[in-house]
């Protein structure tokens, strides 16, 4: 069975100039264990947009005078692509995660033909994806294949979270950009598994929709005492490890100050070391693309910053973990790990310049999903 469908593929060539196509693709027979499923939902989210567009200027965005199907360019600054020299030239698959439904199976693969299925690996803003069958899960009886699109990235990453907080011996949890599709999730995992939040937004509307979750702790980052509410918070919950999506600038460096100075606050002898509380700060986003900035005198010397990924994070925790967390994912689809789209496009409108400013301004409370069968 050959099977013939379109990919979004992104490339930036030497001068800088990033292409967004949709391809011709050709998909030939699966193998022993792998299966074709074909697509019918792709969530867009930020790690998506950081291949689709790189360091691009979206203010760039022009279409081609000519092209073999729908293209869409724009400029990379000259001073950002050093940063990227490694995918120059290089015609790179999107999409993260997704579902949809299998249309061919390899002889080891049989019980998953006609299966609607959830599926994570990349190359899935497509018509069609080969893809191993272990790689995919099985939706639970009426699931859709919206319910199932972004059953991956968010929903794992939130529990991860949560797993990497326990595991490290912290007891609260900080998180910015905490409205975001991610952020209610790991709202709701915490109510339900007794773990304080404390939740940092930028606006009042986003405050508003977690308090509508249940939410005890959330504070506009844009108040002029944002700190002073955020110490006050830090000394309620004892947080001390914190997951920042913003990455840029100095939130991460405010947190980590705030923890001391909650933590300071109990000390019964001074230590011109500062508190002896270990302090955690993950980075997992780049919503502010700018340089992360640290004021390291004012959070004493026991702290630690780094990054974090969800699927290194998922080796390291290794099957056993994996496992159970993908579970849970299943047995709370469509309650704790429901995701909610204001808009659903095809493939080919999402190539379409006012589509792709809009999705790419990643706004709370907006989510985007792809149907390829739509286009």
């Known amino acids: 069975m050959t099977l013939t469908g379109r990919e979004m593929r992104s490339t930036i060539d030497a001068d800088g100039v990033l292409t967004l196509t949709l391809e011709e693709m050709t998909i030939g027979d699966p193998g022993d264990d792998e299966i074709i499923v074909r697509v019918e939902a792709a969530p867009i989210n930020p790690s998506d947009l950081g291949l689709m567009f790189g360091p691009a200027d979206i203010s760039s965005v022009t279409l081609p005078v000519t092209s073999a199907g729908p293209a869409i360019k724009m400029s990379v600054p000259r001073e950002r692509l050093a940063a990227i ?8 698959p999107i ?3 997704g579902a949809g439904t299998v249309v061919a199976t390899g002889r080891n693969a049989r019980e998953l033909e006609g299966k609607r299925v959830g599926m994570v690996g990349g190359s899935i803003y497509a018509d069609y994806r080969r893809i191993a069958a272990k ?3 099985v939706l639970p009886e009426g699931a859709t294949a919206a319910d199932g699109a972004s059953m991956f990235v968010n929903p ?3 529990l991860g979270f949560v797993e990497t907080a326990r595991s490290e011996g912290h007891t609260a949890i900080v998180h910015t950009a905490a409205a975001s ?3 209610q999730m790991l709202q709701k995992i915490c109510l339900a598994d007794g773990i304080p939040l404390i939740d940092i937004v930028r606006s009042e509307t986003q405050k508003q929709i977690l308090r509508d979750i249940g939410a005890t702790h959330v504070i506009n980052s844009k108040d002029d005492d944002f700190r002073l509410q955020l110490v006050q918070a830090l000394k309620e919950t004892g947080a001390t490890i914190a997951f920042d999506a913003i990455g840029g600038g100095t939130l991460g460096s405010d947190i980590l100050s705030s923890m001391e100075r909650a933590a300071v606050s109990t000390m019964t002898e001074y230590s011109r070391y500062g508190s002896d509380k270990s302090k955690q700060l993950y980075i997992y986003g780049a919503l502010d693309p700018a340089p992360a900035v640290f ?11 780094g990054g974090w990924l969800l699927f290194p994070y998922l080796r390291r925790a290794g099957e056993q973990v994996a496992t159970r967390l993908r579970k849970r994912v299943i047995d709370e689809l469509t309650t704790t790990f429901a995701s909610k789209y204001t808009r659903v496009i095809g493939l080919a409108e999402a190539l379409q310049p006012d589509v792709l400013r809009a999705y790419e301004r990643k706004a709370t ?3 985007f999903l792809i149907d390829p069968t739509l286009s």
Do not use: H
């Not at 020299?85 to 790179?92: A, D, F, H, P, T």
């Not at 004021?295 to 910053?305: C, D, E, S, Y």
């Open 365 to 367: 409370g907006e989510k």
């Open 85 to 92: 020299r490694g995918r120059i030239g290089q015609s790179l």
């Open 295 to 305: 004021n390291r005198l004012a959070f004493g010397f026991q702290w630690n910053a």
């Open 181 to 183: 599709n991610l952020g």
């Open 156 to 158: 794992l990453t939130a």
């Open 95 to 97: 999409g993260n995660e």
């Open 135 to 137: 790689e995919v899960i």
